[in-house]
């Protein structure tokens, strides 16, 4: 199941649909095939789809102060992927950043006794150190108190995130508030996600990659490797987002 939810919608992101109409078009030696695979990806790739699609997604959200929230039971710093470096030594690398200190942040303001990181796996480096393991021990050099941060056991999606922090909170638990960090274009999956298992969620959004509303200028129609990427990131979401709803757990 974990591989169908990763791998199915390259099928159908940018990428593999002009990945699809050049090979039909070398097979066929039609042309319109050709000029269609160009203009999906001259599109896919600009900031008038890119940035906007992504601030779309992140829906209208802004960048909150830890004043801006209520007090919670917890604080839960969702896991983004982290890198391992090549060498021997095995060092594992920041991806982003942004969730980690998002959830430092609220926990150094006194927002929550409790600061709970999520064990991040993937079988891509099944060898790699859970990331929740790895931001304990960062927490910790920082001078948190050990005993205020946990992590959970190893998850690989969103859904085994919500289940593993509802677990370690118990039985009680299930009807906490938690305050919920995460990537903004993320929020809305996941706090339905954790509101799904019994929590009550106060998001507190982090890492923005859409550029929010603004007047549409020619830069906007011309390509880039970055915007590209943001069509990618936004269109998996929204897969992600209609999965869930059509499988409801």
Known sequence: MYF???FLPLVFLPMGITMALLIAAALTRRRSLLVSAIVLFWVSSTPLVGANLMSTIEGGLVRLQPADVQNADAIVVLSTGRVMAPGPHGVSEWWDADRFFGGIELFNSGKAPLLMFTGGWSPS???????GAVLVEFARRMGLPQDRIVTTGR???????ADAVA?????EGRRATVLLVTSAFHMARAQRLFEQVG???????????????????????????????????????????????????
């Open 167 to 171: 677990g370690l909170l118990g039985a």
């Open 4 to 6: 169908i939810r990763q």
């Open 125 to 131: 480096a099944p060898s790699a150190p859970l990331e």
């Open 155 to 161: 998850v690989a999606t969103t859904e085994e995130e």
């Open 199 to 249: 929590l009550h969620v106060n998001p507190y959004p982090v890492d923005f990659s859409g550029a929010g509303r603004r007047r549409v200028s020619p830069r906007d129609l011309l390509p880039s490797p970055g915007d590209f990427a943001l069509t990618h990131r936004a269109l998996r979401e929204l897969y992600g987002r209609a999965f869930y709803r059509l499988n409801p757990f």
